[in-house]
């Protein structure tokens, strides 16, 4: 009996949306709060309900980045509800690395009382991939940094590889961040892909496991998986490889 293309798309499909259902956490997003993202924290938890996830992290971004909240918002992690519409909510962060020591754009007695902790650059002055690399090491380096966001881009080059060694090394996740992969301007970007494949490699050899994030800067990229998951087979993946239940980051925070 020959199998038709349409077939062969609708077993791709179902078989992307079985590893996508085991994936139970979304760890990196953005609200309104963050002066670029278009929903609120109610319509993100909404939305994480409605997809069946049992945890995401609300990661709104430092206050280097124009239009981010100021220092207050992230002292107010005790007014924050940790479970809205069955979804346990954890308060973060994506904070910005600023300069050569690696330094974050938040004291450390606010990071401290954060739920989790995403570093990353944005608009960082490239330093040349050396010294990027040292400055993201001690950013990995930070007792209370706990996943480092889009080590790979292209904005700032960084020897992936030592990077992801360090991370390994700190017990500090780093992410594979779903936007990439439906985003044209970036999915397009080969030497980026490369860098990808790399981390996983290095992932991989220490038998370690990574983070799957959207990214989200609406509720409607909660999630948004799919993309990046039909690439599984060519980058080497499977679920096994990242972390994946509320259980799982509750374990991996308490260490």
Same mark, same amino acid.
């Given at each position: 009996?020959?199998?038709?293309?349409?077939?062969?798309?609708?077993?791709?499909?179902?078989?992307?949306?079985?590893?996508?259902?085991?994936?139970?956490?979304?760890?990196?997003?953005?609200?309104?709060?963050?002066?670029?993202?278009? $929903?609120?924290?109610?319509?993100?938890?909404?939305?994480?309900?409605?997809?069946?996830?049992?945890?995401?992290?609300?990661?709104?971004?430092?206050?280097?980045?124009?239009?981010?909240?100021?220092?207050?918002?992230?002292?107010?992690?005790?007014?924050?509800?940790?479970?809205?519409?069955?979804?346990?909510?954890?308060?973060?962060?994506?904070?910005?690395?600023?300069?050569?020591?690696?330094?974050?754009?938040?004291?450390?007695?606010?990071?401290?009382?954060?739920?989790?902790?995403?570093?990353?650059?944005?608009?960082?002055?490239?330093?040349?991939?050396?010294?990027?690399?040292?400055?993201?090491?001690?950013?990995?380096?930070?007792?209370?940094?706990?996943?480092?966001?889009?080590?790979?881009?292209?904005?700032?080059?960084?020897?992936?590889?030592?990077? $992801?060694?360090?991370? #390994?090394?700190?017990?500090?996740?780093?992410?594979?961040?779903?936007?990439?992969?439906?985003?044209?301007?970036?999915?397009?970007?080969?030497?980026?892909?490369?860098? #990808?494949?790399?981390?996983?490699?290095?992932?991989?050899?220490?038998?370690?496991?990574?983070?799957?994030? $959207?990214?989200?800067?609406?509720?409607?990229?909660?999630?948004?998986?799919?993309?990046? #998951?039909?690439?599984?087979?060519?980058?080497?993946?499977?679920? $096994?490889?990242?972390?994946?239940?509320?259980?799982?980051?509750?374990?991996?925070?308490?260490?």
């Amino acid at each position: 009996m020959l199998v038709t293309s349409y077939q062969l798309l609708k077993n791709m499909q179902e078989q992307t949306q079985k590893i996508k259902d085991k994936f139970k956490i979304d760890l990196h997003m953005h609200t309104i709060a963050s002066g670029h993202a278009f $929903s609120t924290l109610d319509e993100m938890a909404r939305e994480a309900a409605d997809k069946k996830l049992e945890m995401v992290a609300i990661t709104d971004h430092g206050p280097f980045v124009p239009g981010a909240p100021v220092e207050t918002y992230f002292r107010c992690g005790d007014r924050f509800s940790d479970t809205m519409h069955g979804v346990r909510i954890l308060f973060g962060i994506e904070a910005n690395i600023l300069n050569m020591n690696g330094e974050l754009d938040l004291p450390e007695f606010i990071l401290q009382k954060l739920d989790i902790v995403i570093a990353g650059f944005h608009d960082f002055k490239d330093l040349g991939i050396k010294k990027n690399t040292e400055v993201m090491i001690s950013a990995i380096k930070n007792p209370y940094v706990n996943i480092i966001s889009h080590p790979y881009i292209s904005s700032v080059e960084v020897d992936i590889e030592k990077v $992801s060694e360090a991370a #390994i090394e700190n017990n500090v996740l780093l992410e594979i961040n779903a936007s990439f992969f439906y985003k044209k301007n970036k999915a397009s970007d080969k030497k980026v892909y490369e860098k #990808i494949k790399k981390m996983i490699a290095v992932f991989k050899k220490h038998n370690k496991k990574m983070i799957l994030t $959207s990214d989200a800067h609406s509720a409607s990229e909660i999630k948004k998986f799919n993309e990046v #998951i039909e690439k599984f087979p060519e980058l080497g993946l499977s679920e $096994s490889d990242f972390l994946l239940t509320k259980e799982d980051i509750l374990e991996f925070l308490k260490k």
